[in-house]
């Protein structure tokens, strides 16, 4: 057994520096035997002073978990599900719009591959976005009947019938017979009788006639074959016609005076056929008889077709029954083509007219005209074949039609042909100024308000003076260019140009600069905190870039908030430029303040000096085209291991903070590493390693040593880290408390849902609660939700809400919260998520309703854990390590917080509130 002498005088067993299996965990052995605290869960056993391995083959599995972390596979058809080791299609998955076979919208039910299952509903007034589109009834002038989609407009009342318009109505004879005053009258829909439809001389009772059974179907008129009769007819001068049972005018009942003769006449005063003619006239129903008259006649008609006598002798004639000789007692041709006058001996007095047709019978011939197939234009003897409509034209054929572009007239911005009808035909002319009037506006030329460059319509409002550039607003612009060689000219031109590899500067110089921008993927938890977000580039901000040549170094510049590095030049290098970013954060003098380290072939199974080789640190190299000093844009992507830039922010900002709280240079801190890499899974979901595991050396051309470390995971089931910051500040929560105050320095396995001894509470629960206040930082409000992912699953669990109402999260495992136990002493095992939430709850602002609690610390919980009573290890009363209790006494030492104000925290935890403060000075 060895031990050493330690300060006052003790003997200790010494340290080993190996560690042996201690139940399913590795603990440190010292030199005398005995097991300290795990410093390593195995998840799988433990033999040998190593963690075993898990090793579950997949069997026939082709996809989902292997049972140790691993992958059996992916499932590659589109919609495909794992589902017990195998893919397949995930029936009844979703709903969306399908047709039906027989035509029309419906919603049917489909696979996750898209595979129809079933019709779910029809869907009359169609389907939109997996659902069936509401029906809309429409009434608008109905008031009965169908109104669309099922409803109704209304009912009749009274028996009366809804007709195809939606007005109600009574349906004529709908409702049968029924005796009226002796007969049978047909009856309607409402009630109402109508028309006799038989009589019933035997009598009429319940709807029929009494005895012989009347035969008066298609019948108005005459027996009924009962003695009773088929109706009467009413009109006068009308009769029944026996044989149809029709009522008809009585025929030839007389005669009268009709057009040229006499006619019968019938009973109801209408005409039938002719008589007798009549030559001289009808009068009261008879012809008229002719009487000749030839008083004071000497010849001539006696108007009865007689003669009155006859004038003898060529040269007199009758003239109103008088014989007398005329002096022009004949009319005829004189020639072939002359009508002329002829005395009564036959002589010619006169040529009365000159026939350009020639001359028959006494009379020129006539012109016989022609409109055979025309409808419009002369006949050819002075007549007319007809007139056109208004804007046609004859043509010569003798038809009417439009008469095609006489003129032109607007058409929109354009000008068109017009026929002689006004019909519009093409485009002739495009006026893209408009139109009006018939005729294509102007271009509206305009100066106004500018002093150069075109008018609008191809002329100019005047050119600029000497070197000045005309501006597309018409402006004149002076260009500034005196003094510069390239760059903006102030009017949107360039003052010159520099020769590759040369650039201008903001000054209008001509400068070597090697430039370029970096982007990085990241990710984060989405704002319900059911996973994460897309990946989105942002700038990488405030890390140093070095700029190389082939073996020699340009420089070192730093990524601005837009990341971008631009690193001037004396000349131009030799060979191609790279530049090469690390996920480092150094300070001025190149402190290795945090830096991120690639965990592929790192190990640490033993507490002693640890060694990486330099290519493990995280850094890329980013190459410019051959001659070129611009290095583009470059975004690093997750599968490139951006995380590791996630992380080194998350943390180098943290760590800033806190420093500037506490008025401490990055120099002031011990150097810190983060070992971590997609895809790898470390013996703990995430680590933190104080300097009792010694230091962590990058080994290269120079070797970097770091004070402390972290190990985070980077990959399922366990979590991608990365993108958690919840789970990386509560790592650096251990490094806080270790480096700035005063930490238990214990191990273990812990859960959200268990106790453990009061210090790994303490540690655990603190580590969690500065995560969280970070958390807050970065978001610039209150975010009492930890947010993690672990065994594949996204979970989150609300600080806020534990307490006396329970727990508020999404983590399956965790139903319920074992809060403290008021029975028991202050030294009891405690849950860290409990620790976590009293540390919260008199750090926050927020009052719940209900609650008492006024406690808001703020960052004056910095003074509690900075404070002489919480680091004296002599001052402690609970647990043999700092634990709550010398944080609450701290509290109360400090004068930060009362009894009573403690008390409203502390979810039944059994402070005594007897602090022991450290003496005055």
Same mark, same amino acid.
């Given at each position: 057994?060895r031990?050493r002498?330690?300060e006052?005088?003790?003997?200790?067993?010494e340290?080993?520096?190996e560690v042996?299996c201690?139940?399913d965990?590795?603990? *440190?052995?010292?030199a005398?035997?005995g097991?300290?605290?795990?410093?390593a869960?195995?998840?799988?056993?433990?033999s040998d002073?190593?963690?075993?391995?898990?090793?579950?083959?997949?069997?026939?599995?082709?996809?989902g978990?292997?049972?140790?972390?691993?992958s059996c596979?992916?499932?590659?058809?589109?919609?495909?599900?794992?589902?017990?080791g195998?893919?397949a299609?995930?029936?009844?998955?979703?709903?969306?719009?399908?047709e039906?076979?027989?035509?029309?919208a419906? $919603?049917?039910?489909?696979?996750?591959?898209g595979g129809?299952?079933? $019709?779910?509903a029809?869907c009359p007034?169609g389907?939109?976005?997996?659902?069936?589109?509401?029906?809309e009834?429409?009434?608008a002038?109905?008031?009965?009947?169908?109104?669309?989609?099922?409803?109704?407009c209304?009912?009749?009342?009274?028996?009366?019938?809804?007709?195809?318009e939606g007005?109600c109505?009574c349906?004529?004879?709908?409702?049968?017979?029924?005796?009226c005053d002796? !007969?049978?009258?047909?009856?309607?829909s409402?009630?109402?009788p109508?028309?006799?439809?038989?009589?019933? *001389?035997?009598g009429?009772?319940?709807g029929?006639?009494?005895?012989?059974?009347?035969?008066?179907?298609?019948?108005?008129?005459?027996?009924d074959?009962c003695?009773?009769?088929c109706?009467a007819?009413?009109?006068?001068?009308?009769?029944?016609d026996?044989?149809?049972?029709?009522? $008809?005018?009585?025929?030839?009942v007389g005669?009268?005076?009709?057009?040229?003769?006499?006619?019968?006449v019938?009973?109801?005063?209408?005409?039938?056929?002719?008589?007798t003619?009549?030559?001289?006239?009808c009068a009261?129903?008879?012809?008229l008889a002719?009487a000749?008259?030839?008083?004071?006649r000497?010849?001539?008609?006696?108007g009865?077709?007689?003669?009155?006598?006859?004038?003898e002798g060529?040269?007199?004639?009758c003239e109103?029954?008088?014989?007398v000789?005329?002096?022009?007692?004949s009319v005829?041709?004189?020639?072939?083509?002359?009508?002329c006058?002829?005395?009564?001996?036959?002589v010619?007095?006169?040529?009365?007219?000159?026939c350009?047709r020639?001359?028959?019978?006494g009379?020129?011939?006539?012109?016989?005209?022609?409109c055979a197939g025309a409808e419009?234009?002369?006949d050819?003897?002075g007549g007319?074949?007809?007139e056109c409509?208004?804007?046609?034209?004859c043509?010569?054929?003798?038809?009417?039609a439009?008469?095609p572009?006489?003129?032109?007239?607007?058409?929109g911005?354009?000008?068109?042909?017009?026929?002689?009808c006004?019909?519009?035909g093409?485009?002739?002319?495009a006026?893209?100024?408009g139109?009006a009037?018939?005729?294509?506006?102007p271009?509206p030329?305009?100066c106004?308000?500018?002093?150069?460059g075109?008018?609008?319509?191809g002329?100019s409002c005047?050119a600029?003076?000497?070197?000045?550039?005309?501006?597309?607003?018409?402006?004149?612009?002076?260009?500034?260019?005196?003094?510069r060689?390239?760059g903006d000219?102030?009017?949107?031109g360039a003052?010159?140009?520099?020769a590759?590899?040369?650039?201008?500067?903001?000054?209008?110089?001509c400068?070597l600069?090697?430039?370029?921008?970096l982007?990085r993927?990241r990710?984060e938890?989405?704002?319900?905190l059911?996973?994460?977000t897309?990946p989105v580039?942002?700038p990488?901000?405030?890390?140093?870039?070095?700029?190389?040549?082939?073996?020699v170094?340009l420089g070192?510049?730093?990524?601005?908030?837009?990341?971008r590095?631009r690193?001037?030049?004396a000349?131009?290098?030799?060979?191609?430029?790279?530049?090469?970013?690390?996920?480092a954060?150094?300070d001025?003098?190149?402190?290795p303040?945090?830096?991120?380290?690639?965990t592929?072939g790192?190990?640490f199974?033993?507490q002693?000096?640890k060694?990486?080789?330099a290519?493990?640190?995280?850094a890329?190299?980013?190459?410019?085209?051959?001659?070129?000093?611009?290095?583009?844009e470059?975004?690093?992507t997750?599968a490139?291991?951006?995380?590791?830039?996630?992380?080194?922010g998350?943390?180098r900002?943290?760590?800033?903070?806190v420093?500037?709280?506490?008025?401490?240079?990055?120099?002031?801190?011990p150097s810190?590493?983060?070992?971590?890499a997609?895809?790898?899974?470390p013996s703990?979901? !995430?680590?933190y390693?104080?300097?009792?595991?010694?230091?962590?050396e990058?080994?290269?051309?120079?070797t970097?040593?770091f004070?402390r470390?972290?190990?985070?995971?980077?990959t399922?089931?366990?979590?991608?880290l990365q993108?958690?910051?919840?789970?990386s500040?509560h790592?650096?929560?251990?490094?806080v408390?270790?480096?700035f105050?005063? !930490?238990?320095?214990?191990?273990?396995?812990?859960s959200?849902a268990?106790?453990?001894?009061?210090a790994l509470?303490?540690?655990?629960?603190?580590?969690?609660f500065?995560?969280?206040?970070?958390?807050?930082?970065?978001?610039?409000?209150?975010?009492?939700r930890?947010?993690?992912?672990?065994?594949?699953t996204n979970y989150?669990?609300?600080l806020?809400?534990?307490g006396?109402?329970?727990?508020?999260s999404s983590?399956?495992?965790?139903?319920?919260?074992p809060?403290?136990?008021p029975?028991l002493?202050?030294?009891?095992?405690l849950?860290?998520?409990a620790?976590?939430?009293i540390?919260?709850?008199?750090?926050?602002?927020?009052?719940?309703?209900?609650?008492?609690?006024?406690?808001?610390?703020?960052?004056?919980?910095w003074?509690?854990?900075?404070?002489?009573r919480?680091?004296?290890?002599?001052?402690?009363?609970?647990y043999?390590?700092?634990?709550? $209790?010398d944080?609450?006494?701290?509290?109360?030492?400090?004068?930060?917080?009362t009894?009573?104000?403690?008390a409203?925290?502390?979810?039944g935890?059994?402070?005594?509130?007897?602090?022991?403060?450290?003496a005055?000075?």
């Open positions: 057994m031990a002498l330690r006052g005088g003790a003997c200790a067993c340290p080993t520096g042996a201690c139940g965990a590795l603990c *440190p052995v010292d005398c035997g097991a300290g605290e795990p410093v869960a195995c998840a799988f056993g433990c002073g190593a963690c075993l391995a898990c090793d579950a083959p997949c069997g026939g599995a082709e996809c978990d292997d049972g140790c972390g691993r596979g992916t499932c590659d058809g589109a919609g495909e599900a794992c589902v017990g195998r893919c299609c995930v029936a009844d998955d979703h709903d969306a719009c399908c039906l076979d027989g035509g029309g419906a $919603v049917c039910r489909f696979d996750s591959c129809r299952e079933a $019709v779910v029809a007034s389907c939109d976005g997996g659902r069936c589109l509401a029906c009834p429409d009434c002038g109905r008031a009965c009947g169908s109104a669309g989609c099922g409803g109704s209304g009912s009749c009342e009274g028996g009366a019938v809804c007709g195809d007005a109505a349906a004529p004879r709908a409702g049968g017979v029924a005796c002796g !007969a049978l009258c047909a009856v309607d409402c009630g109402a109508g028309e006799v439809v038989a009589a019933c *001389p035997g009429c009772d319940e029929g006639c009494h005895g012989c059974a009347p035969a008066c179907e298609g019948r108005a008129c005459g027996d074959g003695g009773g009769s109706g007819c009413g009109a006068p001068g009308e009769v029944c026996a044989a149809s049972g029709q009522c $008809v005018c009585e025929p030839r005669v009268a005076c009709c057009e040229g003769g006499i006619c019968f019938d009973g109801c005063g209408g005409l039938g056929e002719r008589v003619s009549c030559p001289f006239g009261g129903g008879a012809c002719c000749p008259d030839c008083g004071g000497a010849c001539g008609d006696d009865c077709g007689g003669s009155c006598g006859a004038c060529t040269t007199v004639a109103e029954g008088a014989c000789c005329t002096g022009a007692a005829g041709c004189c020639g072939d083509d002359d009508v006058a002829f005395d009564a001996c036959g010619e007095t006169a040529r009365l007219e000159q350009e020639g001359c028959e019978g009379a020129c011939r006539p012109c016989v005209g022609s419009c234009g002369g050819g003897c007319s074949c007809g409509h208004d804007g046609e034209v043509t010569a054929q003798r038809v009417c439009c008469a572009t006489v003129l032109t007239g607007c058409c911005d354009a000008l068109c042909a017009l026929d002689s006004g019909g519009v093409a485009p002739v002319e006026c893209p100024w139109c009037g018939g005729a294509c506006l271009c030329a305009s106004e308000g500018v002093e150069c075109d008018d609008g319509c002329g005047g600029c003076a000497g070197d000045d550039v005309c501006l597309d607003d018409g402006s004149c612009c002076e260009r500034a260019c005196e003094g060689v390239c000219d102030g009017c949107g003052c010159g140009a520099c590759a590899p040369y650039t201008c500067d903001d000054a209008g110089q400068e600069v090697a430039e370029g921008r982007l993927e990710r938890p989405n704002a319900s059911s996973g994460l897309a580039a942002v990488v901000v405030g890390l140093e870039v070095v700029l190389t040549a082939g073996e170094e070192r510049v730093v990524t601005d908030a837009e990341g590095f690193l001037p030049l000349a131009a290098p030799t060979g191609t430029v790279r530049a090469t970013l690390a996920a954060a150094p001025e003098d190149g402190y303040f945090v830096t991120l380290i690639d592929v790192v190990s199974p033993t002693e000096h060694v990486v080789p290519t493990r640190a995280w890329w190299t980013v190459v410019a085209p051959a001659g070129s000093l611009d290095l583009g470059t975004t690093i997750q490139q291991g951006s995380g590791a830039l996630e992380i080194l998350t943390v900002d943290a760590l800033d903070r420093l500037a709280r506490l008025g401490l240079a990055r120099r002031d801190a810190l590493a983060v070992v971590w997609p895809n790898t899974t703990c979901l !995430a680590c390693f104080p300097d009792n595991w010694g230091p962590l990058l080994q290269g051309a120079a970097t040593s004070d470390f972290m190990w985070l995971s980077g399922t089931p366990y979590a991608p993108w958690t910051p919840s789970l500040l790592e650096l929560g251990h490094y408390l270790d480096v105050s005063y !930490a238990p320095q214990v191990g273990g396995t812990h959200w268990g106790r453990t001894n009061a509470a303490w540690s655990e629960g603190h580590a969690t500065f995560g969280q206040t970070q958390v807050s930082a970065m978001a610039g409000s209150e975010q009492a930890f947010f993690g992912i672990q065994g594949g989150w669990v609300d806020e809400a534990i006396s109402s329970g727990i508020d983590y399956a495992p965790l139903t319920s919260l809060l403290p136990q029975g002493s202050m030294t009891q095992d849950n860290e998520g620790v976590a939430a540390l919260w709850d008199a750090w926050d602002a927020h009052v719940a309703a209900g609650e008492a609690d006024t406690m808001a610390l703020g960052d004056a919980e003074a509690i854990v900075r404070g002489a919480y680091r004296d290890a002599a001052l402690d009363r609970g043999s390590a700092p634990d709550l $209790v944080w609450l006494d701290a509290a109360r030492c400090e004068g930060l917080a009894g009573a104000g403690l409203t925290v502390l979810m935890f059994p402070y005594d509130d007897t602090p022991i403060c450290p005055a000075p």
